[in-house]
């Protein structure tokens, strides 16, 4: 399958049917304008290498709830993006170190984690696809040579220790010329990346030792707030509020003022938008570690006494991240709810879109039948359906059909991507401070 326009946010299915809603009305009338306000921004501040949103779509309400520069699940993407992921990578590549041949890919230490080795086996595949050499360079430390497992797909994945030498890092022989990081590096830069001379992307300060979700939050407002002037829409259609709290110890029960009282203002300034919208819905709180990945340290608050009444359960789960990292800061968020379903059960859903370069390269759903509509669904007992090409672009490069339906997805593709470019300027930002 050859793919004519790169540019052009994917036509997928997704799990709503019916009339267009407003928001992706009046985004898809914008798309010449939308694209070209993109092109400008990418110009002046470069996309991360990739990157994967959360979004929850309300119909009321289209927003990003999580940015992961650190993508896992290139498994779960449809093989028919394949074609798009490589081109991207390519493009990605080129910009980023034009002289690039070998790639050495430095992993999470999930060695027992099979959804997570197949991810890692998939995205190894795109860039070997893509035309370059790539090896796996693993930092856990128990790997005491190369070590080879089958995968219930089927694909053989091979694990390397990493070794440095002077100032520059491999696997048995082979010298990267890039080095590619898909750990967040919640437990801090390990010594052996550290001053590396080669290029490492993301950039070393990508990592949530250095990020916080608040930091990222605070750049995506200024982002939709200036996308939603240009294209003439309310920008907390696209933004969801927050706040923050530092100083918190839930097992001391230190810093629960803070969180009430700030629950209280949120669910006011909420509810003003529900009313001024006429919402009829009872406005929430996702409360999240502001810092750390894998839906560890979160949970959902509809009222100040909820706030103060947390139970022993919730104040452990919120305690510590993944690594047993302790939690001390928190981002309280406008939890945004989620109208799609998924199946016969009507199992509730959310988009997951995937970006490679400043491209969309797809999505796919996560899923969870023991969850609610105001629930984070990143949790166990979650599953992913990957998404398809709509019919008439199954072949990209003929002309779509006249009666073909809109793409839905581009609202999808346009929210992720302002994510993305609010990555970026964060990602710049730290490079200017380092600097």
């Not at 050859?2 to 997928?12: D, G, K, R, S, Y």
């Not at 690039?100 to 959804?115: D, F, G, K, W």
Request: a negative charge; glycine letters at 8%.
């Amino acid at each position: 399958m050859i793919i004519e326009n790169l540019h052009a946010v994917p036509n997928l299915t997704t799990v709503l049917t019916g009339p267009l809603r407003a928001i992706e009305q009046h985004l898809l009338g914008q798309q010449s304008a939308i694209e070209t306000w993109f092109r400008n921004q990418w110009r002046q501040t470069p996309a991360p290498f990739y990157a994967s949103v959360d979004l929850r779509n309300a119909g009321f309400k289209l927003a990003p709830v999580d940015t992961n520069l650190f993508p896992a699940g290139f498994n779960n993407l449809n093989p028919a993006f394949m074609p798009l992921c490589i081109q991207a990578t390519q493009s990605a590549l080129e910009r980023i170190c034009p002289e690039a041949n070998r790639v050495l890919i430095v992993p999470e230490s999930h060695t027992r984690n099979s959804a997570y080795l197949e991810s890692l086996a998939m995205l190894q595949e795109i860039l070997t696809t893509a035309g370059y050499e790539t090896k796996i360079g693993s930092l856990n430390p128990e790997l005491a040579s190369a070590q080879t497992q089958k995968l219930p797909s089927g694909r053989l994945l091979t694990l390397h220790p990493i070794a440095r030498s002077a100032d520059r890092v491999g696997v048995d022989g082979f010298d990267p010329c890039v080095v590619l990081l898909n750990n967040d590096l919640s437990a801090g830069t390990p010594d052996i990346l550290e001053n590396i001379e080669q290029t490492i992307i993301p950039p070393i300060r990508s990592g949530w030792a250095h990020r916080l979700k608040s930091g990222h939050f605070g750049h995506y407002q200024q982002v939709a707030e200036e996308f939603a002037e240009q294209i003439g829409i309310d920008p907390w259609l696209i933004n969801p509020l927050f706040t923050t709290c530092g100083e918190i110890n839930f097992m001391k029960r230190e810093g629960e003022d803070c969180i009430a009282r700030n629950v209280g203002n949120l669910l006011s300034a909420i509810q003003t938008k529900y009313d001024e919208y006429g919402i009829d819905e009872d406005p929430f709180i996702i409360v999240k570690a502001d810092a750390g990945t894998y839906g560890m340290g979160i949970m959902t608050i509809h009222s100040v006494e909820e706030a103060r009444e947390l139970n022993r359960k919730q104040r452990n789960k919120m305690s510590k991240v993944k690594g047993g990292q302790p939690v001390s800061k928190v981002i309280l968020q406008e939890g945004v709810y989620t109208f799609e379903s998924w199946g016969n059960d009507q199992a509730v859903a959310e988009p997951v879109v995937y970006m490679l370069d400043h491209f969309v390269v797809g999505g796919f759903y996560r899923v969870h039948t023991g969850r609610g509509r105001t629930e984070n669904l990143n949790a166990p007992g979650m599953h992913f359906e990957p998404l398809a090409f709509v019919e008439p672009c199954n072949s990209p490069n003929e002309k779509m059909a006249p009666d073909a339906c809109p793409n839905r997805f581009f609202a999808y593709g346009v929210i992720a991507r302002l994510a993305l470019l609010a990555a970026a300027r964060e990602i710049d930002e730290l490079k200017r401070h380092d600097s």
